[in-house]
DNA sequence: TCAGACATGTAAGTCGTTACATGATTCA
DNA sequence: TGAATCATGTAACGACTTACATGTCTGA
């Protein structure tokens, strides 16, 4: 239980909630956490096994419907380990960003690559940055009214105002890093070309 | 050569430059790439023979000094794939951050534990902030007074401003994004207590 | 002399993705 | 009837870290 295993405890957290299947899990983990979490059938399942191997969770099929479908609950122990988690240091977010490296080992290339890859990336962000807002509209406005966005029910159930305002929160932690992003790019690109304006001066 | 292999490409830039030995590139990458990148002996030995297998590196021993020690130099097959890689599309940095999983999850908790780890991120990335900002000073001057900060010699040569610049914007990017991830910490901590002091009214 | 930096490497294990394999059910 | 979605799983691979193993040289 030392190390990180942070898949368990992205499954726990969920149990935690309400019983779901391997299936749900995915599905909630795509639509609630996709901007900051991702998990794969191939890591999901057998973790779930797992859990249950440690007593953290309980396996049952499902008698609702005629599909083959396994529904995990949560067991105390799953719950206390969860919290423990939750209390225990959290490990600062450590990226590793192709977009960075190549910024940086094209120091020595024509000044104009930098400014490609410069607008690249920019292009990139502002796409994200559109999709954040239109989902930060929707949740703040659901928030301002008391009531459940239609893509939200089931994977937010009843009407917990903190359900909704914690997922606006990590959403617009994606869209102030964002916004922080898209002005670097302009400053950034405003320096470089500064530099190739004061080369020409110089010469 | 189809898939990611960022490792190959981020020790081909690296050579882009002069050749390095593999402790060379394990420093430089620390020094330089730490706030974006990292790379790890078991995994930069192996790669560098890759390298050379492949045919975009070669190795030979060096004559100065008495150690045991490969330089290792790039060749123009390295120089064209390394080139090629920056020129092709980037992907978007896909983070797993830890602290928004927490966070996420943490919506069934007591407020209160929201709070907290909430205050816990803010320190880290105030602390971070700081380390961001001093050497963003030591930068910006050198940068000002067209010198090489001390620090530098041996991971920048010669009086490159270019170099001295993108060293300084890629820090200035995680200054910007940290000052982003401080503010978001106060919008969010001021956000979930308006609302407990909503609920506090209502009930 | 001995700590600390220099220097290279391997083995084992963790973490995670992709692609594959399989099959049921629903609905247009 | 056939495409989409529901649903569970495995195998193979790739990326990366940690810990270990080994030894040299420099300078206080």
New interface residues.
């Given amino acids: 239980m030392a190390a990180k295993k ?1 898949t368990w ?2 499954i726990l ?2 149990l ?2 309400k019983p779901l299947s391997g299936y749900d899990i995915k599905k909630l983990v795509e639509i ?2 996709s901007h ?3 998990e794969s059938y191939g890591q999901l399942y057998p973790t779930l096994d797992q859990l249950v191997a440690e007593g953290l969770a309980r396996k049952k099929p499902a008698q609702s419907g005629k599909r083959k479908r396994f529904i995990f609950t949560i067991t105390a122990k799953g719950r206390r380990e ?2 423990n ?3 225990q ?21 024509p ?1 104009a ?2 400014l490609r ?1 410069l607008q ?2 920019r292009e ?1 962000q502002q796409e ?1 940055y559109e999709l954040y807002t239109t989902s930060d509209a929707i949740l703040s406005q659901a928030l301002d009214e008391d009531t459940l966005p239609e893509e939200m029910r089931g994977v937010l159930d009843d009407g ?4 909704v ?3 606006l ?2 959403l ?2 994606g869209v ?2 964002c ?3 898209l ?2 790019c302009d ?2 690109a405003q ?2 070309q500064d ?1 190739v304006r004061r080369r020409a001066s110089v010469a």
């Fill in positions: 942070k405890f992205a957290g969920l935690s909630w609630g956490l900051f979490w991702s969860f919290q988690w939750l209390s240091p959290t490990e600062p977010p450590q990226l590793r960003s192709e977009f960075q490296l190549k910024f940086f080992l094209s120091s020595r290339r000044l690559e930098c890859l690249e990336y990139q994200l917990s105002r903190e359900q305002l914690i997922f929160l990590t617009r932690h102030r890093s916004e922080a992003r002005a670097w400053e950034a320096m470089l530099e």
